[in-house]
């Protein structure tokens, strides 16, 4: 790695530049401006008083931002330009392109973006799977075998050999979905008749999850896709073919080797970081290399040689999603979420962290500089200047796992006392929330759930997803969001970071249905569960959508119809934009806490936050402050009930 970036060889400590000091009282006002989360704020503090750079910094020293790219009517396309476009509708680029094109290019790229990050991470999934099942990686048996068949049936691929046979026709039939020629994939036909109807009349099938994803990137070349309907238009198939193909693949697949979740109750926030621990925290999104850490963690010999530097043992934590796979399935406490990322070591207590890829900070190596956190990547799509690299496929993963714990050990006695500050008591958290766990929860069925929302004792469901954004209060926009609708009876449902923040906030506690209204109150009352679901990480977004899938089915109408929007109210990354986009295309309307770049295009603008309406019965909306999204959310919750005749 170093020799590849000789230039990199010396990775320094991040510092914040001296120009950028701030004084006591200034602290005080950031650490309160900048996230809501008591202990983020503790270490956050912390990290100013050492003067270690964080994303809050860096946000700062690079506003105010360009108007043209916040708007996204800067175009790189081709060697032409750069152009960017000023004066709105008179203005055109040197090829000939206005505000609208630029704009909707950019939006296709972003969801190609996110689109890709999902299903190839579930392409990763499936290949490990395949790999257990032709003996390549025999550390990777199949976990869930009665999923393993339910999907393999859905698949119309006999299941009477062995499991091993099994895995292998269904990773190979998953496979075929990424380049299929059949022009359909399986998942989606899991929606009712009626919601195909409307996805085949928009044009939004998803015919295959690569191709949909290189038909994106065709149509933004320049010269290619010149209408800025249909580029529009193909962002919503290529997101349909993440939601119901890559994402959905990822999740059913994770389950299908390591277990479908089932509910638990696990510790949240940067107080699980213990003092007497050898602490290493796993980051990032695929849990083929994380299963595998907790394992080898467990190993006797690991065990042993932890005792022998002085440590009462291994403290493994979790972070954004790789935590949520862990959190979901094994209970493994989980530090925080996307903007605790770099305060995780900036406690002083993180001895390793382990990456795999997609919402890593390229900066992590740098701030692991100021103490003595090593930061190991691990995926060949994810490498990262400054860190230790160790290359772990599904056919080493249990070694390699072992080799940089042991790393992580030798490094315990380098700890630095004097830079390390634990916050206090982290949070108890339910979680666990699959599908299958919901229904076994309401005694085999969601015909429960169904019959509270009819009688309107839950009003509705939101879905509440997506990322920390430093341009939000970091947990604000969640947590503020989802306190206001489980008041007004609105089932909450999370993942990603979102879900963490509730947890940090202690929503995802049973104890929790004392801020809900009454209706609610009394359902998760009587089953002793949160009025905040966790459902887990990103790509188990997907579990929504199996949700209203199966709701709407039930209820004998389209999933358009049902009282159910989604909400990502501090999203930042194009994956985001890919989910909010299958959310709207499969037909549950969603709110934006951010904008999106396509202020420079009121066409664009306008055919997603009104015209879609009339294709796809579903929208989006764009409201950061959390009382206003939530009059809107339950607006339209009651629009729906009332036309269902609720
Ligand atoms: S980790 S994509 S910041 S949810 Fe999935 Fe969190 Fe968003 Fe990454």
């Known amino acids: 790695m170093a020799d590849e970036y000789p230039e990199i060889l010396s990775v320094e400590c991040l510092r914040r530049p001296s120009k950028q ?32 750079d964080t994303v809050w910094d860096r946000l700062e020293r690079q506003t105010p931002h360009c108007k043209f790219c916040s708007e996204g009517v800067s175009c790189q396309r081709c060697a032409m330009g750069p152009c960017r476009i000023m004066g709105g509708d008179r203005t055109r680029g040197v090829c000939g392109n206005d505000a609208h094109l630029i704009v909707a290019r950019n939006l296709l790229d972003w969801v190609a973006m996110g689109a890709a990050a999902h299903s190839d991470h579930g392409r990763d999934v499936v290949e490990a799977v395949l790999k257990g099942a032709t003996g390549g990686a025999p550390d990777y048996p199949v976990g869930d075998v009665e999923k393993l068949n339910r999907l393999a049936k859905e698949y119309g691929i006999d299941t009477g050999g062995t499991t091993q046979q099994t895995a292998e026709r269904l990773a190979l039939a998953m496979l075929d979905e990424f380049g299929t020629v059949r022009g359909e994939l399986q998942m989606i036909k899991r929606v009712p008749a009626a919601s195909l109807e409307v996805y085949k009349k928009a044009d939004i099938m998803p015919r295959g999850i690569d191709r949909e994803v290189v038909e994106a990137m065709h149509r933004i070349h320049m010269g290619v896709g010149n209408d800025p309907y249909g580029v529009v238009m193909q962002g919503f198939r290529a997101s349909m073919s993440d939601g119901w193909g890559g994402s959905m693949q ?11 979740p089932e509910i638990k109750t696990s510790r949240v926030n940067l107080g699980v970081l213990k003092k007497d621990h050898v602490n290493v925290a796993l980051h990032g999104h ?76 390229p900066s992590l190596p740098f701030t692991a500089a100021c103490y003595h956190t090593i930061i190991f990547s691990t995926s060949p799509k994810g490498t ?14 249990y070694q390699q796992s072992k080799l940089m714990l042991e790393r992580a050990i030798d490094n315990y006695p380098n700890r630095n006392e004097q830079k390390v500050l634990i916050p206090d008591e982290p949070v108890e958290s339910m979680v666990g929330f699959s599908v299958e766990a919901i229904k076994k929860a309401l005694g085999g069925s969601l015909k429960p759930l169904l019959d509270a929302i009819v009688s309107g004792k839950i009003r509705g469901a939101v879905g509440i997803v997506g990322c920390n954004n430093p341009h939000i209060r970091h947990d604000y926009g969640h947590v503020e969001l989802a306190k206001r609708l489980i008041k007004r009876d609105i089932l909450v449902v999370e993942t990603g970071c979102a879900s ?64 159910v929007a989604g ?49 796809l019965n579903a929208k989006f909306w764009v409201e950061p402050d959390p009382s206003k999204a939530c009059a809107i959310l339950f607006d339209h919750i009651e629009q729906k009930r009332q036309a269902l005749g609720m």
């Open 500 to 563: 963490i923040a509730s947890g940090k906030a202690g929503l995802l506690k049973p104890s929790a249905i004392e801020m809900a209204g009454k209706g609610l109150k009394e359902v998760c009352g009587s089953l002793g569960i949160p009025p905040v679901l966790h459902m887990g990480s990103c790509v188990d977004n997907t579990r929504i959508l199996n949700l209203v899938a199966e709701l709407a089915s039930m209820a004998g109408v389209r999933i358009d119809q049902l009282p």
């Open 250 to 260: 990822a999740m059913e697949m994770s389950d299908v080797l390591f277990g479908t």
């Open 567 to 615: 909400a990502a109210p501090e999203w930042y990354s194009p994956k985001a934009v890919s989910i909010a986009e299958y959310f709207v295309g499969t037909g549950v309307s969603t709110l934006l806490g951010v904008m999106p770049r396509i202020g420079g295009s009121p066409f664009v603008t306008k055919m997603l936050t009104d015209d879609i309406e009339h294709l």
């Open 384 to 397: 990262m200047a400054g860190s230790e690299y160790v290359e772990v496929s599904p056919e080493n993963a």
């Open 21 to 52: 000091e701030y004084t006591k009282e200034e602290m005080d006002q950031k650490v309160e401006e900048r996230t809501i989360d008591r202990t983020s704020q503790i270490v956050l503090r912390k990290a100013m008083e050492d003067g270690t």
């Open 286 to 361: 695929n849990p083929v290399l994380s299963e595998m850490l907790v394992k080898a963690a467990a190993d006797p010999d690991i065990v042993a040689r932890a005792k022998k530097v002085g440590a009462a043992g291994i403290n493994l934590v979790g972070l954004c999603c790789t935590g949520n796979e862990l959190l979901m399935r094994k209970g493994v406490p989980q530090a925080g979420n996307h903007l605790d990322q770099e305060l995780t070591i900036i406690t002083g207590a993180l001895e390793a962290m382990i990456v795999d890829y997609q919402c890593i900070f």
